[in-house]
Every structure is written in C-alpha cells, then in structure tokens.
C-alpha cells in the first residue's frame, strides 16, 4: 500500500505541476489520488448516505469541484453511534501498548504520505502548500505524541487511613467521543483530538467541517492501513443543511459519552445547552480575540517577525490570530511603519499551489464579506488603511493584506474576531492600560506580549486573562504543550503532558475492604 500511494502521488505531483503552468484545472486529483474518497466511512466500511444524497468540495482559490461526499444525517449518523458504541465494548479492552503501536504506524504513514495530504489540505482549504505540509507535520505530531502519552495513564495507591481498607483509583476510557472539527486545520484538529481518545481506549464518531472533509476521509485511509479495528473512527460527512440536525444528535444522543468541539464561542454554547440533558462532558476550544502588546522596550524585529507569523498565517484564519494590536505610543509610529514594510516585503496573494503564495484565499466568499464589512466599519470610524483594504482582484474568496491605525476598541476590528488577514493597530500609555485593553473582552484563548524587561514579561504575563500567551513568540503550538482558552474561549485541554488525553478519562476510585 505504501508503495502503491508513493507511485499515486508522484503522478498525481507532475500532473498537477503541469496543469497549475498551462492554467488549466487541478480536479483530476480525486482520479488519480488514492487518499482523495467520495465515500463516509463508519464501522472500517466505506460508505454512501442512505438517501443518496451528497455534496460537491470545492478549492476557494478557484470555485473547481475537487471532490464530492455524502450529505449524511440523523440515521446515518446514529447508525455510526451504535457501530462505535458496539466496538468501544471490546476497544476499551485493548492494551495501551497495542493501541500505542497502531498511532505509531498512524505517524509514519502520515509522514511517508505528508505531501499529497498537503495537497488535499490546500484544494479544498486553499493554505498555501508550505502552510499545508507544516499542518501535516503538526498533525503527524499528535499520532506521535499520543502513541507516547497513553502508555503513561496511571492510577494511583493512596495511603489509606484505615488499617483494614486499601484504597487505589484507576483510570477507565470514557465511551464513545463525538466530535466537531473546522475547516481551518482540517488534519491537525482531528488528530489533536482522536489521537488523544483513541490512546486512551475510546472510540470515535467525527463530524468534520462541511468544506473539508476530504482531509477526514484521507486520515480514514491512513488510520486503516495502521490497523485501527473496525468501529473506532468513522466519519460522517455532511453539508450544513444537515450539520445542525447531525450536531444535535451527537451533543444528545445517550449512547455518547463526551462531545469535544473546536469552533466559534457561539455554536459551542448551543452545543453545550444540547448535551446537558445527558449530563456530557464537553471539551470546547472556542473563539478568540487576541491582544498582541508591544512595550516600548520591545525588541522591535523580534515583535514585527512575531506579528507576521502570529497575524498572517492561514490568512488570518486560526483562533489564535493575533486580532488587536496595541502598541505603546513610544514605538507606535516606527512598529506601523516596520509591521508595513515587512507586510510589502513578505506577502505575496494568490492560489495555494502556487510557488511563492503566502496567503490564500478566505474558506468561502461569506469570510471575504465579513472582513470587508469590518474593514468598512473601522473606515467609518476614523481608521487609516496603511496597506491593503480592499477586495483582491485575485478572486472573489480573496482580500488583501490590510494594515489599520488609529483602530479604537469602539470598532469590530477590535470588539470581535476577525479571522481573516486584518491587522488593526491601537495605542496605548501605560501597563496598566495595556493590561485593561486586553482583558477587556468575554474571549480568553491566546495573548500575545513582547518586552525586553524580565520582570515586566512575568507581570504582564500572569496579569492576561487567557489560557496561552506567547512571550516575545508569535508560534507557541506543538503536541507538547496545553491548548486552551479562560472565559468563553472554551472548557479542557488538548494536547501536552496528561491534559490532553485526560479529557477522555473517568477515574474510578476503588476501596478494597476486608484486609
């Protein structure tokens, strides 16, 4: 099989290297591609809809077809439950050393397979292709890190206080795990959370963003060849008319034990309100409205490096974005002018597969909308365009690099996420402002500081509300580390040392009398 999708993607790399030059359409790869699948996958099957039904994918940067998949709904999708409620009976039996090695194999099938799962992750997502292998390596991370993390659950013996009792506590796979992934990482917050839920002894039904399921299907393959048993991922996919009725089930269904979303803050309040009557546990990573503050004793290229990699990246589409810039007016004027220069020097618009691009378009034309509309508002209310602010004539998903100053917290730029590839710059006098002006928001995921004083980054640091903060670094992601936001950014971890497998745990405490 390793053989046969090395042969798959070298065609499938010359036939598109070849169309992207002469211009014409790069759709063929769902021919050519062994990991591209028009099918669902539930119970180790490759399956349709029961009515039939099913729906195009689409490259944004194009408007082409790349692909088509089941519009699955509430029978199909409880038909998936009961599949992987039946195998988490004999799953959650296996040892952590047998599901240890098969995340292993996940890994190295994901990384011999990297590129053409990068190329799956830009048609249909439109990252460039840089970006994209990136994601995969990301992604392959948690197979690896998962493998490790789950032959590492322990229980504990407690000192007991009485002499005729023993008193131990074990800890015991939760169930059955629905979860609701975005389209923004499509390969990488999957693996985040399945990896995770698989290690520990759970089993899976993922319902993966309506615009790109292909990356899902393609992890099916790979998790297939690795030898993960019948029943403990399945995926069904479906279009947004059927996603609500799909996401309800999965939030109410008794059958399902913990329900784990990344998304926006609102959904996931609809989806929390829905598995309470279950009393479900929810994993949430919702929105965020980060704060990236500059001190006037910045180190100011290590700050504009920080705001092009945390702002720019994925076109500005990662919950983690840096989205309100505030600047201490000492250095306010010279970080606009060097975040502008860097801007015109390293961002280049344009389709993902094409050498050179660094942003691509927004998932759909609506995200293109929305950002206009924001930019427009802060135009209104006295706002400066430094670069961009306008449509991109690249096409219609596409809008151009945009530097704001002069943003105040009255407009949406600042009052609300972005996520798209906007950068609006405020100013600020003192710490305590700064401090103010950050927290001041229901959002709590990433923060971002840059100081060249030591003591000012712990202050500042443990002052900001959010669950990362990233100290003169604008990248902090890896499997190693917690992910997760305070307030209404979300409920758990996922990732690092025990968190993240911990969220698909029960612990069952045992008291052994009689001794």
Same mark, same amino acid.
């Given at each position: 099989m390793?053989t046969k999708?090395?042969?798959?993607y070298?065609?499938?790399?010359?036939?598109l290297?070849?169309?992207?030059?002469?211009?014409?359409?790069?759709n063929f790869?769902?021919?050519a591609?062994?990991?591209?699948?028009?099918?669902?996958?539930?119970?180790?099957?490759?399956?349709? /809809?029961?009515?039939g039904?099913?729906?195009?994918?689409?490259?944004?940067?194009?408007?082409? %077809?790349?692909?088509?998949v089941?519009?699955?709904?509430?029978?199909d999708?409880?038909?998936?439950?009961?599949k992987?409620y039946?195998?988490?009976q004999?799953?959650?039996k296996?040892?952590?050393?047998?599901?240890?090695?098969?995340?292993?194999?996940?890994?190295?099938?994901?990384?011999e397979?990297?590129?053409?799962?990068a190329?799956?992750?830009?048609?249909?997502?439109?990252?460039?292709?840089?970006?994209?292998?990136?994601?995969?390596?990301?992604?392959a991370?948690? #197979?690896e890190?998962?493998?490790?993390?789950?032959?590492?659950?322990?229980?504990h013996?407690?000192?007991?206080?009485?002499?005729?009792?023993?008193?131990?506590?074990?800890?015991?796979?939760? *169930?059955?795990?629905a979860?609701?992934?975005?389209?923004?990482?499509?390969?990488?917050?999957?693996?985040r959370?399945?990896c995770?839920?698989?290690?520990?002894g759970?089993?899976?039904?993922?319902?993966?963003?309506?615009?790109?399921?292909?990356?899902?299907?393609?992890i #099916?393959e790979?998790f297939?060849q690795?030898?993960?048993?019948?029943?403990?991922?399945?995926?069904?996919? #479906?279009?947004?008319?059927?996603?609500?009725?799909?996401?309800?089930?999965?939030?109410?269904?008794?059958?399902?034990?913990?329900i784990?979303?990344?998304?926006?803050?609102?959904?996931?309040?609809?989806?929390?309100?829905?598995? /309470?009557?279950?009393?479900k546990?929810?994993?949430?990573?919702?929105?965020?409205n980060?704060?990236?503050?500059?001190?006037?004793? /910045?180190d100011?290229?290590?700050?504009?490096?920080?705001?092009?990699s945390s702002?720019?990246? #994925?076109?500005?589409?990662?919950?983690?974005?840096?989205?309100?810039?505030?600047i201490?007016?000492?250095?306010?004027?010279?970080?606009?002018?060097?975040?502008?220069e860097?801007m015109?020097?390293?961002?280049?618009?344009?389709n993902?597969?094409?050498?050179?691009?660094?942003? *691509?378009?927004?998932?759909?034309?609506?995200?293109?909308?929305?950002?206009?509309?924001?930019?427009?508002?802060?135009?209104?209310?006295?706002a400066?365009v430094? +670069?961009?602010?306008q +449509?991109?004539?690249?096409g219609?998903?596409?809008?151009e690099?945009?530097?704001?100053?002069?943003?105040?917290?009255g407009?949406?730029?600042?009052?609300e996420?972005?996520? *798209?590839?906007?950068?609006?710059?405020?100013?600020?006098?003192?710490?305590?402002?700064a401090?103010?002006? /950050?927290?001041?928001?229901?959002?709590?995921?990433?923060?971002?500081?840059?100081?060249?004083?030591?003591?000012?980054?712990?202050?500042?640091a443990?002052?900001?509300?959010?669950?990362? %903060?990233?100290?003169?670094?604008?990248l902090?992601s890896t499997?190693?580390?917690?992910f997760?936001?305070?307030?209404e950014?979300?409920l758990?971890?996922?990732?690092?040392?025990?968190?993240?497998?911990?969220?698909y745990?029960?612990?069952?405490?045992?008291?052994? *009398?009689g001794?």
């Amino acid at each position: 099989m390793l053989t046969k999708l090395s042969t798959l993607y070298k065609t499938t790399s010359i036939l598109l290297k070849a169309n992207i030059v002469a211009g014409r359409p790069t759709n063929f790869i769902r021919m050519a591609s062994s990991l591209i699948k028009d099918k669902a996958f539930v119970n180790g099957e490759w399956i349709s /809809a029961k009515s039939g039904a099913t729906y195009n994918v689409t490259n944004p940067a194009t408007g082409e %077809v790349v692909g088509s998949v089941p519009d699955m709904g509430v029978a199909d999708t409880e038909d998936a439950i009961q599949k992987a409620y039946k195998a988490y009976q004999t799953f959650k039996k296996t040892t952590a050393k047998e599901r240890s090695e098969k995340l292993k194999k996940a890994y190295k099938l994901m990384m011999e397979n990297k590129e053409e799962l990068a190329r799956i992750i830009t048609l249909e997502n439109g990252k460039p292709l840089a970006e994209a292998n990136g994601e995969i390596m990301y992604g392959a991370g948690f #197979c690896e890190w998962f493998a490790e993390e789950g032959r590492r659950v322990q229980g504990h013996v407690v000192a007991s206080p009485f002499p005729t009792k023993k008193i131990f506590t074990l800890k015991q796979p939760i *169930g059955v795990c629905a979860m609701i992934t975005p389209w923004n990482f499509p390969n990488a917050m999957i693996t985040r959370k399945a990896c995770a839920a698989i290690a520990a002894g759970c089993t899976v039904v993922l319902k993966p963003a309506e615009d790109t399921p292909l990356s899902a299907l393609a992890i #099916c393959e790979i998790f297939e060849q690795a030898g993960i048993p019948k029943g403990v991922f399945n995926v069904v996919t #479906c279009d947004r008319g059927n996603a609500p009725s799909v996401g309800k089930l999965l939030c109410e269904s008794p059958l399902v034990s913990l329900i784990s979303f990344t998304g926006s803050s609102a959904v996931g309040k609809i989806l929390m309100k829905q598995s /309470a009557d279950t009393v479900k546990k929810c994993s949430m990573e919702l929105g965020g409205n980060a704060p990236f503050i500059v001190f006037d004793s /910045a180190d100011l290229d290590l700050a504009v490096k920080g705001a092009m990699s945390s702002k720019f990246r #994925c076109t500005g589409q990662t919950c983690v974005c840096a989205n309100r810039f505030l600047i201490q007016e000492g250095i306010y004027e010279k970080f606009v002018a060097r975040l502008a220069e860097a801007m015109d020097k390293e961002l280049k618009v344009g389709n993902g597969l094409t050498q050179g691009t660094t942003q *691509g378009p927004l998932i759909n034309k609506r995200a293109a909308d929305k950002v206009a509309t924001f930019v427009e508002d802060a135009k209104s209310k006295g706002a400066n365009v430094v +670069r961009g602010g306008q +449509r991109s004539d690249v096409g219609e998903s596409f809008y151009e690099p945009t530097l704001l100053s002069n943003v105040t917290s009255g407009m949406l730029v600042s009052k609300e996420e972005i996520f *798209g590839p906007v950068a609006g710059v405020a100013k600020f006098k003192s710490e305590e402002e700064a401090i103010a002006l /950050a927290n001041g928001t229901s959002a709590g995921l990433a923060g971002y500081l840059y100081t060249g004083d030591c003591a000012q980054q712990w202050r500042v640091a443990e002052a900001l509300e959010y669950g990362i %903060v990233g100290v003169n670094e604008g990248l902090f992601s890896t499997p190693e580390a917690p992910f997760g936001g305070f307030k209404e950014s979300g409920l758990g971890r996922e990732g690092g040392i025990g968190f993240g497998i911990e969220e698909y745990l029960e612990v069952k405490y045992m008291c052994l *009398g009689g001794m």
